[in-house]
C-alpha cells in the first residue's frame, strides 16, 4: 500500500470536512477519536450492511465455513451465486481492512485480489476497494489450516470507493478522485513515519489506534495537544505562525520536523484533515509491512463454524 509520489497539488482543495470548529473543540474531538471512531465505524458498517441488504448484495455469496486464530485473524470461506470461492480475511487488530482473495478451483492456492477497508470518523467514514495483486495459500489439516501469502503483496490502485462527510455522500468519480488524493497523501505521511520511527528506535507496530495516537499526535499535531506532551522542538524561539483550519500552526516547527512535501499539508491543515477523519486508515498504512509480513509468515487457524 505505497505510494510512488508525494502529494503535489494544493492539498487545501483536496478534502473539505467540518468547518468552523474552534481549536479547543477539535482538541477535544482528536482526544475522543479512537473511541468516536470505533463508534462511527460500526455505524458505517451497519449502514453500508442495511443498504447491500435492500439491494441483494448482502445474499450475494453464501459463507461455507470460518477459521479462526489466536490473535484473532478470521478467514471466512465464501461462494458466490455463480460458483466462484472467495477467501475473505480479516485481523482484529485492524478492523476497519479485510483482505480478498479468489480461490483457484478446490485446491490451496488464491490470489489476493483486493483491500476493501470501510474507516468512519466523527464526521462520517471512507470506503474503498484497493486492487491487491499477490499469491497465496491456504492448506487445511484437520479441523483447521494456515494461511500464508506466497511472496510480495502489490498494492495497485482504488477501484472504487466512497465518502461520507457530514449530511454529504459522495460517489462515483468524485470519490475516487478524492480517495486517490488521500491515499497518496497518507503513503507519504506514513513512509516519513516509519523513517522516523526508526530513527527514534520506537515501535513500527502498535497495540491499537489508541497506542498509536497517544505516541503520534505530540509529535505530527503538538498544536491540539496538551502543552506538557508537546516536543521540545515545538517550542523553541522564532516561531513563524500561520492561520489553516482555524489552528494557528507553528511553521518554523514544521520545517525543522518535516521533509518538504509534508510541510504544505501539514501547514495548510491537510494533515490535520487525513487524521481527523482517516486515522485507522494511516495505522494500516503504517503498520503495512507489519500485516504482510504476519501474512506472509503464516497463520494457523482452527475452524470454528
Not at 466462484?84 to 480461490?103: C, D, H, Q, S, W
Amino acid at each position: 500500500m505505497k505510494g510512488t509520489r508525494g502529494a503535489r497539488e494544493n492539498p487545501a482543495v483536496f478534502f473539505t470536512g467540518p468547518g468552523g470548529l474552534s481549536a479547543p473543540a477539535r482538541i477535544i474531538l482528536l482526544a475522543l477519536l479512537p473511541t468516536l471512531a470505533g463508534f462511527f465505524l460500526g455505524c458505517a458498517a451497519l449502514a453500508e450492511a442495511g443498504g447491500r441488504a435492500a439491494d441483494g448484495l448482502a445474499f450475494a455469496e453464501k459463507t461455507t465455513a470460518l477459521y479462526e486464530s489466536g490473535d484473532g485473524t478470521r478467514l471466512r470461506e465464501t461462494a458466490d451465486k455463480n460458483g466462484e470461492r472467495f477467501f475473505l480475511v480479516t485481523m482484529k487488530k485492524y478492523p476497519a481492512a479485510a483482505f480478498r482473495a479468489i480461490r483457484d478451483g478446490e485446491g490451496e492456492n488464491c490470489r489476493f485480489t483486493a483491500l476493501e477497508y470501510l474507516g468512519g470518523s466523527y464526521s462520517g467514514w471512507n470506503e474503498f476497494t484497493l486492487e491487491l495483486a499477490g499469491q497465496g495459500r491456504f492448506v487445511k489439516d484437520g479441523s483447521g489450516g494456515v494461511l500464508s501469502l506466497e511472496g510480495p503483496l502489490e498494492a495497485v490502485r482504488i477501484t472504487e470507493g466512497k465518502i461520507r462527510r457530514n449530511g454529504e455522500h459522495v460517489t462515483g468519480d468524485s470519490a475516487l478522485a478524492g480517495l486517490a488524493n488521500r491515499r497518496e497523501r497518507v503513503a507519504a505521511l506514513a513512509a516519513w513515519m516509519r523513517k522516523e520511527a526508526a530513527e527514534r528506535r520506537i515501535p513500527l507496530s502498535f497495540p491499537g489506534g489508541e497506542a498509536f495516537q497517544r505516541y503520534w499526535k505530540p509529535l505530527l499535531l503538538p498544536e491540539l495537544t496538551a502543552r506538557r506532551k508537546r516536543p521540545a522542538a515545538w517550542n523553541a524561539s522564532g516561531a513563524v505562525w500561520t492561520w489553516a483550519e482555524d489552528v494557528r500552526w507553528n511553521t518554523s516547527y514544521t520545517a525543522l520536523l518535516f521533509p518538504e512535501e509534508l510541510r504544505i499539508l501539514r501547514d495548510s491543515g491537510a494533515l490535520l484533515r487525513d487524521w481527523e477523519e482517516a486515522l485507522e486508515w494511516i495505522r494500516v498504512e503504517y503498520e503495512w509491512d507489519i500485516i504482510t509480513g504476519r501474512l506472509s509468515a503464516g497463520i494457523a487457524m482452527k475452524r470454528i463454524r
